[in-house]
């Protein structure tokens, strides 16, 4: 089983931070892992609120660990400061969107 993510989520939509920043590298590892989840479900109940396949940003196997896609996200983030201000969502899209290539559909 793959888990697939939409490629419609808006970059742009703007993220509320919590009122105290993670203090901890292990505070940001659940923080992105915790919005990682989010992201895969977010495919999944647009599929069953619309009826239709979504199409996925990205697809990442079986047997990956999380902590390996959460690595390729915060070295994303290092690697492109610029990018850093737009949605937590969209980050991860961009970041994974390469070594998680999609089927395809």
Do not use: W
């Amino acid at each position: 089983m793959l888990s697939c993510v939409s490629a419609q989520y808006s970059k742009r939509t703007p993220i509320k931070f919590p009122q105290q920043r993670p203090k901890t590298y292990f505070d940001v590892l659940g923080y992105i892992g915790g919005f990682m989840s989010g992201v895969v479900y977010e495919q999944r109940f647009a599929e069953a609120a619309t009826g239709r396949k979504v199409p996925a940003a990205f697809c990442v196997s079986n047997g990956v660990e999380e902590i390996q896609t959460i690595r390729i996200v915060l070295k994303y983030i290092r690697d492109n400061p610029a990018d850093a201000h737009l949605s937590t969502a969209g980050l991860i899209i961009d970041a994974l969107r390469k070594p998680y290539p999609c089927p395809s559909q």
